[in-house]
């Protein structure tokens, strides 16, 4: 049996307490724990006593090393056990913890993952696959899920996913209009649209180039294909071979054998 001989304050965070055990220290505890336990100088505590003491004890430091971790930010459930595993408290106490962070609304996964989802959609315009896949990295159940993305409706995403496409076809305006659509469709792709709304968005977006416009594509893109190609061809296998590169890019052919008759008058 241990006798508690002196309990002092620490001077580095007045809410927790050293406990001296028969003269010497043994530990220390938060002032909660302190209250909950009763613990004062002269107490007795067996093994028993101290076994539950300590464990509680470790609830509360785990519990306490969550509120640190939300203070920066919103956290879902899975983040912060993830966090605590990783800082090597046992899978009871960090049961314990989320149970208390729960129980006074600290952890929420409804109210993250909602917070979550409109940060998304507003920073990083994610569509709803992205979303859905952010939010299983989050461990985010599936019914809340589902219930989150019922409300990101059609017409939301597509102005959204309209606007990132008009986005890449600014950027891009001097090339081809198929691989500008090729580059929208893989930008899209990858912000987690799906593949019909991304055709119902290629449907809005001008991608049309005038004569002039061609003209400086097949220049540009004509020019590099015929520099690259006629290192290995030559004669009529350059001819098919540029044409070809030029076609899968968009080019209308009667623009490309434009360009091919001028590559023609320059050889003469």
Same mark, same amino acid.
């Given at each position: #049996? ?6 002092? &304050? $620490? ?10 055990? !028969?003269?010497?220290?043994?530990? @220390? ?24 003491? &300590?464990?509680?004890?470790?609830? %509360? ?9 939300? @203070?920066?930010? #919103?956290?879902?459930?899975? =983040? ?30 409804? $109210? ?16 709803? $696959?992205?979303?859905?896949?952010? #939010? %299983? ?9 589902? !219930? ?5 409706? =059609? ?16 950027? %891009?305006?001097? &090339? ?34 005038? =004569? ?14 015929? %520099? ?5 061809? @030559? ?17 209308? #052919?009667?623009?490309? $054998? ?5 590559? =023609?008058?320059?050889?003469?």
């Amino acid at each position: #049996m241990a006798v508690i001989t002196k309990i002092t &304050q $620490q001077k580095r965070d007045s809410e927790r307490f050293n406990i001296f055990l !028969d003269g010497e220290y043994s530990f @220390s505890v938060h002032e909660s724990v302190l209250v909950q336990f009763g613990l004062t100088k002269g107490m007795e505590l067996d093994d028993w006593a101290l076994g539950e003491l &300590q464990y509680e004890n470790e609830i %509360n430091k785990a519990f306490n090393r969550a509120l640190h971790f939300l @203070s920066f930010r #919103m956290r879902s459930e899975k =983040e912060i056990v993830d966090k605590l595993k990783k800082e090597e408290y046992g899978e009871a106490v960090i049961l314990e913890a989320i149970v208390k962070l729960k129980r006074l609304n600290f952890v929420n996964d409804e $109210q993250f993952a909602e917070a979550f989802m409109k940060t998304k959609i507003q920073t990083t315009k994610l569509g709803p $696959q992205a979303l859905k896949r952010e #939010m %299983n990295q989050k461990g985010i159940a599936r019914d809340i899920q589902d !219930d989150l993305l019922s409300t990101y409706n =059609e017409a939301e995403q597509f102005e959204i996913a309209k606007d990132l496409a008009e986005k890449v076809a600014r950027k %891009n305006e001097r &090339q081809a209009s198929l691989q500008v659509k090729r580059k929208i469709e893989s930008h899209l792709l990858r912000k987690g649209y799906s593949y019909d709304m991304i055709r119902n968005v290629l449907e809005e977006v001008d991608l049309d180039r005038d =004569e002039d416009e061609w003209g400086a594509i097949v220049e540009r893109e004509g020019e590099k294909a015929w %520099n690259r190609i006629s290192r290995k061809y @030559s004669g009529r296998d350059l001819h098919h071979r540029v044409k070809q590169n030029l076609y899968s890019k968009g080019i209308p #052919m009667e623009v490309i $054998q434009e360009f091919i008759e001028m590559k =023609e008058n320059e050889d003469d």
